[in-house]
């Protein structure tokens, strides 16, 4: 079964005045569906065109050399995609509550320090990349940021909430103010979905 | 003396339609005016306080410690260097002495342009394509972020920048299309020809 582009939970101009209309159109439309074309493109014939994509860039170091950085880069593009669309939503924002509010603040001494710690490794990540709250294996929470397409759970972790900080995330209406686009983010994040991931990581 | 932002080399509206006024504003008044800006602050008191900007590179590439300097340094320099590339009714074939180079090297302009294109459409996430010498041979290189030949014992003789801020305006996801548009109506081919040595 070949992978497929999802569709947006929700309108390309739900997100408006946070996430402008052209930009999830393209970065959807466009950019996400690029990945997850070059990605069947890469694995299409191959033992790994069958497996799960979380599954797929876990084993990212057993895929062949010769398709390794296609996978890496598409697949990791397919996948960190596919998370962040159901990561926001329109009327979200806020902060978390129950046990994800519990964790974060034992983790990182409050959700105010939280927010420092992930907006620095959002800002601070040179060229293209994302930001990240993963699980480690052994349950407990972190703040990182990857290169390029690079996803949490090809090193073991899981992404539980990400930023996107391509320059395509968010250059046709913050052009260099990365740091406002971040600034945003926080009110479209949908922390329902984050504490959901969260329980699913814990599992 | 702290460093400065160069003017461009022409109007800001001199590559229209190919390259916008609005994209130079962003571009070379705000990015590459950060990059100035934010060596400038790092320099004081440090050991690079008193280099040229190409020592700053040379003496920083490849240490992870010293990112913040290479970086800018090295962004500095690739951006500054990118503003000469391009230049209007530019593009197409060159002639002379670098044509011959490029035969020789890579079996004609087509072959040349087609190795051009596929480096910099390859370049995943943000970097450059350029058109280098190394010892004596013409290449085709990629190199990710700020990295730069400068660094790595090459001569520059033309680079592409696809940062997605270099065409995202103009172009969106459409980087072929800019690297084309580039190659047809953009290179700026004397400016790539006085960078040969000798």
Redesign the interface.
């Given at each position: 079964m070949a992978h497929q582009l999802p569709s947006l939970p929700y309108d390309f101009g739900a997100l408006e005045p946070y996430i402008d209309t052209a930009t999830m159109q393209?970065h959807h439309g466009?950019?996400h569906q690029?990945y997850v074309t070059n990605l069947n493109k890469a694995i299409e014939g191959t033992p790994f065109a069958d497996l799960a994509i979380e599954e797929l860039l876990a084993k990212i170091d057993s895929v062949p050399e010769n398709i390794r950085?296609a996978v890496r880069?598409n697949g990791g593009g397919h996948a960190n995609h596919s998370l962040f669309w159901k990561l926001m939503a329109p009327n979200a924002g806020g902060q978390p509550t129950g046990e994800l509010a519990a964790a974060i603040d034992s983790a990182f001494g409050g959700f105010e320090a939280f927010k420092e710690k992930f907006t620095a490794a959002a800002t601070t990540r040179?060229?293209?990349?994302w930001a990240w709250l993963v699980v480690k294996p052994n349950g407990s929470l972190e703040v990182y940021s990857t290169?390029?397409?690079d996803s949490p759970l090809m090193t073991g972790d899981t992404p539980i909430l990400g930023i996107d900080v391509?320059?395509?995330a968010y250059?046709?209406k913050y052009?260099?103010r990365r740091p406002e686009y971040i600034t945003n983010f926080y009110n479209v994040i949908n922390w329902d979905q984050v504490a959901a991931n969260y329980a699913q990581a814990r599992k | 003396m702290p460093f400065e932002l160069p003017p461009l080399p022409y109007a800001d509206t001199a590559l229209e339609p190919y390259y916008s006024a609005k994209t130079f504003g962003f571009h070379h008044g705000k990015h590459h005016k950060a990059y100035v800006d934010n060596l400038n602050k790092l320099l004081p008191g440090s050991a690079y306080e008193s280099l040229a900007l190409e020592e700053i590179i040379r003496a920083t590439a490849g240490d992870a410690s010293k990112a913040g300097f290479f970086n800018n340094a090295a962004q500095v320099w690739n951006h500054t260097f990118f503003w000469h590339c391009m230049t209007p009714n530019g593009g197409g074939r060159p002639g002379g002495a670098l044509a011959a180079r490029l035969d020789a090297a890579f079996g004609g302009y087509e072959k040349f342009a087609e190795q051009f294109k596929a480096a910099a459409v390859g370049c995943f996430g943000s970097g450059w394509a350029w058109l280098v010498l190394e010892r004596d041979e013409l290449k085709v290189i990629s190199t990710p972020n700020a990295e730069t030949p400068l660094a790595q014992g090459q001569v520059a003789l033309l680079t592409v920048d696809v940062w997605e801020h270099a065409y995202y305006l103009d172009y969106q996801n459409r980087r072929p299309d800019f690297v084309q548009t580039f190659l047809d109506h953009l290179v700026n081919w004397d400016f790539v020809a006085r960078n040969l040595p000798g």
């Open positions: 393209i466009k950019h690029a950085t880069n040179f060229g293209s990349g290169a390029n397409q391509w320059e395509h250059y046709l052009q260099n | -």
